[in-house]
Each structure stands twice: as structure tokens, then as C-alpha cells.
């Protein structure tokens, strides 16, 4: 069975099924928080990454996917504001091997250490149990569809957890934080927004809120912020234009 079989089943054709509330689309738009959309990365140059927090060593490590173990996986792409685009062909490496082989020997986090916070080059974060982390399908992804990542789909490393909403997969990865808590921690946009773990099959898209309003108080938005966020692509591109 494959995993996408396993994580969202398969109508009575064998098709496989969206998960609640979500839509497939056929495009795969460049999205986010609009006030993200004019923020780019400053470098798409092969990588390091900084490695803080309280609870693990600092260093920069050099992203050497190599060294680690290329793996490729297609998965689904859930965004919380029900649109889906499904069978992306991503290339990376897993995070349970980066962690095991890279994390591990070199910053040493704490046996406490059960937050991760990622920290994209425009200024994005987000954070992830560690537990949810480690999982098989969550992958550092540089490439997409055999080809570099493009900036609008996070290059130059993007996460991809496909288990969990869009808001998760933080794109121009520079810095990972290990926290040994949440104590403190503020996610970007509003609070309500961000779901400690924002599990798509548990339509875990905001706090406090249930998943089934926010798809209503969502779904509106989807046309206009794509469309933001195409505009602030091409004015980069060409900026008189
Ligand atoms: N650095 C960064 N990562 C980000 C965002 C962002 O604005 N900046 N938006 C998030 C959201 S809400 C979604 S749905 C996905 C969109 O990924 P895409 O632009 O490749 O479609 O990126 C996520 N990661
Ligand atoms: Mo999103």
C-alpha cells in the first residue's frame, strides 16, 4: 500500500480520497501569510545551516545531502486553506537520517530537546514536535520534479511533512532551533492560526477554533492570495515591468 493510500484511504473506485475539507487543485501555487509574499530568500546557493536553541550545541553545518543519502518520495501537498495539489515529486533527504547521522554526532541536542522551530531566510518560522520530525515521510527537500528547487517553492531547502498542513513545511531553510519547550515561543501570524502539530487527517488546522469553520472562514482566501503571491514573484522577476 502506498503511503498516501495509507494516510488518506481510497474511494469505492480506488481513487484516493482528499482528507477532510480539502480540494484538489490543479496548479501548485507559490503561497503563504501575505505579508510574505515580497520576501525572498537572499541566497539560493548550496547551504549551511544554523543550528541554535536551548537545547543543543550552536553550529553552521554544511547541507551535504550526499554524504547523507538522497531520497526521493511523492506525497500530496495540503494547504490549511483546503486546496491540495497532489503527487509532487520531491527529492532531499529524510530529517530522521540529517538528525541520526549530521544532528546527533556533531550538536549533541539534550535528551530534552522535543521542539524543532525552523527558520526560513524571509523571516517565516515554524515548529514541529521533534516526534512529528523524525517520522519517515518528513524530508529536507532541494530538489522538485528532478530539478532544483525554484525560489517560489522554497529554494534553496524546503521541509515537506506531508502528514501535516502547508504551514509546517518551512521553505529557504537557514536555521533550525532546538527547544526543549514552546515556553516563550511565538508563531508568526496569529495565534489561532498555528496548531502545535497541524495533522491534515486530523483537520487540525488552527487552535481553539474547530477545522470545519476554518475551512469556511479559508477557502475565500485562496484566489487572492495566490494572486498576491504570483504578482510579488514577477515584480522580482522584472522589477519596472
Ligand atoms: N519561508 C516560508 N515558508 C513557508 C511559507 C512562507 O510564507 N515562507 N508559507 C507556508 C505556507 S502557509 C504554505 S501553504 C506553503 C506553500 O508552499 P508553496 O509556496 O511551495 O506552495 O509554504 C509554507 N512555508
Ligand atoms: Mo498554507
Not at 549530521?102 to 531566510?121: E, F, N, S
Amino acid at each position: 500500500m502506498s503511503r498516501r493510500a495509507a494516510i488518506s484511504g481510497k474511494d469505492m473506485s480506488g481513487n484516493p480520497t482528499l482528507p477532510p475539507g480539502q480540494r484538489e487543485t490543479a496548479t501548485f501555487p507559490r503561497f503563504g501569510l501575505p505579508r510574505y509574499a515580497f520576501r525572498f530568500p537572499k541566497t539560493t546557493a548550496p547551504l549551511r545551516i544554523a543550528i541554535r536553541g536551548d537545547a543543543v550545541q550552536s553550529a553552521i553545518l554544511d547541507w551535504e545531502p550526499e554524504r547523507i543519502g538522497r531520497t526521493e518520495q511523492s506525497c500530496d501537498f495540503h494547504c490549511v486553506t483546503t486546496w491540495t495539489h497532489r503527487d509532487l515529486r520531491w527529492s532531499g533527504v529524510r530529517f530522521a537520517d540529517f538528525y541520526e547521522r549530521i544532528v546527533k554526532p556533531l550538536v549533541r541536542p539534550d535528551a530534552d530537546a522535543t521542539l524543532l522551530v525552523l527558520h526560513g531566510q524571509d523571516g517565516y518560522q515554524s515548529a514541529l514536535p521533534l516526534i512529528d520530525m523524525l517520522a519517515q515521510d518528513v524530508l529536507l527537500a532541494d530538489m522538485l520534479d528532478n530539478a532544483p528547487l525554484s525560489v517560489a517553492h522554497g529554494a534553496p531547502l524546503r521541509l515537506i511533512a506531508p502528514a501535516h498542513y502547508g504551514y509546517k513545511a518551512v521553505k529557504h531553510i537557514e536555521a533550525m532551533e532546538f527547544r526543549r519547550s514552546d515556553a516563550g515561543y511565538r508563531p508568526v501570524g496569529l495565534r489561532f492560526m498555528a496548531h502545535p502539530r497541524a495533522r491534515v487527517a486530523f483537520e487540525e488546522r488552527g487552535r481553539w477554533i474547530p477545522g470545519w469553520i476554518l475551512r469556511r472562514l479559508y477557502r475565500p482566501l485562496i484566489g487572492p492570495t495566490s494572486l498576491l503571491f504570483r504578482r510579488a514573484l514577477n515584480l522580482r522577476a522584472s522589477p519596472k515591468a
